[in-house]
């Protein structure tokens, strides 16, 4: 799948722009200002109806306009077309696919998966957990469609559970501690496959970019796994009657990345450490492209800050081997690289928010 014509209206500084983006790589300059970053977030938009670097669509909207709409046709491998098209207003959302409305989020990620490197990228492995289980549960999501079914009802039955924690009421707490195991299990066995998947390719992508032994990835499944799910719900409750809150369970899920031995983010430094980042997320790409036959569309904002022109270089051949729909900013053109090494690519250049194939 990927993305034939895209319309943007009213995002930033875009007013209005149409595009006919490359199925393989597009390379989008400008000067600090211009409107490359809203570029990006109008794409990222399309898949996830929200923007990838503001939680207030206020932001996004432009300036004294009642909302935003970004639209596009989408490409199947088997040559079929689809159309999509989201709405953003203040206190409104309006999704459609194929013309017809859609109502949730999932059914807009299902139908545009994208993904996005940005300067902010290395908190993946730089901050607290919920970035990690994130970008997992992203993976799984698409792996599994019952995957927010089952992460529902671990919630409301963490809910409960944790309500009658707090009110001290344990009579009824084994009922729920059954749901959580329940559900908490399938959500375990779901990451741990996910990564596990997601390991080699790691391991592989590592290599180009950075010289660091064999990274390997360590699940955490959030509770002790010296027992089961269920001792630890039996046998922790003091602590948790204490705390008011459930302390086991996939919503502590994590995992690590250790390279012989180490947690690799202690020892890296911060060029490494986006180098492991970008590695994940290419991993992670590569692995829909390979395993489910599906397409991300690859979004990386401000390629030049994030990386040297040595790692810019190796970026550029491993995505045109790829052969994936990619969107790289960057200020200055000449920061690309050779972008002939990509054989099938566009160039556009921003400028006050009009976008212009060169
Ligand atoms: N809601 C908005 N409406 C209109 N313009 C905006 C809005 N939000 C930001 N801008 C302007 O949009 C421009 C583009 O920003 P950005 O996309 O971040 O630039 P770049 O990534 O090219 O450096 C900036 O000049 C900014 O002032
Ligand atoms: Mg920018």
């Known amino acids: 799948m990927s993305l034939e014509k ?20 597009n390379f989008i300059y400008g000067n600090n200002g211009s409107g490359k970053s809203a570029f990006l977030d109008a794409l990222f938009i399309l898949g996830r109806a929200r923007s990838f670097r ?45 013309q017809q409305e859609i109502y949730t989020r999932a059914e807009l990620a299902y139908a545009f998966p994208v993904q996005i490197i940005q300067p902010k990228s290395y908190l ?24 927010l079914t089952v992460w529902q009802n671990f919630k409301i039955a963490l809910s409960q559970r944790n309500a009658l924690l707090k009110k001290h009421d344990i009579k009824q707490i084994n009922v729920w501690n059954q749901e959580l195991v329940q559900y908490g299990t399938i959500l375990a066995e779901y990451r741990q496959q996910y990564l596990s998947l997601l390991e080699p390719l790691v391991k592989n992508i590592s290599d180009i970019f950075i010289k660091i032994n064999t990274p390997e990835i360590k699940f955490v499944a959030g509770w002790d796994d010296s027992r089961s799910y269920l001792d630890c719900l039996q046998q922790d409750l ?17 995992f690590v990345l250790y390279s012989e031995g180490r947690v690799s983010k202690d020892f890296v430094s911060r060029g490494q450490l986006k180098a492991l980042v970008l590695t994940l997320m290419l991993a992670q790409v590569k692995l ?14 401000d390629i030049s800050s994030e990386f040297d022109f040595d790692n810019r270089c190796k970026l550029l051949s491993f995505l045109s081997q790829l052969d994936n729909q990619v969107f790289i900013t960057t200020n200055e053109f000449k920061e690309f690289g050779d972008i002939n090494l990509s054989v099938q690519h566009k160039v556009f250049h921003v400028e006050h928010g009009k976008i212009k194939l060169m």
């Open 6 to 25: 895209l319309d943007i209206y009213r995002v930033r500084n875009i007013d209005y722009a149409s595009i006919l983006p490359s199925p393989g790589i």
């Open 54 to 98: 503001s939680n207030s669509v206020k932001q996004v909207i432009q300036f004294n306009q009642p909302d935003l709409i970004v639209s596009a046709k989408l490409k199947h491998h088997n040559l079929s077309s689809a159309s999509l098209g989201v709405q953003l207003g203040l206190k409104s959302k309006t999704i459609h696919l194929n």
């Open 124 to 147: 993946l492995l730089d901050a607290g957990p919920q970035f990690r289980r994130e970008f997992m549960d992203w993976g799984v999501f698409n792996m599994h469609r019952d995957f």
């Open 238 to 254: 003091e602590k948790d009657l204490k705390f008011g809150y459930t302390q086991s369970g996939p919503h502590r899920g994590d």
């Open 288 to 301: 829909f492209k390979t395993d489910l036959s599906q397409e991300v569309c690859l979004l990386i904002d």
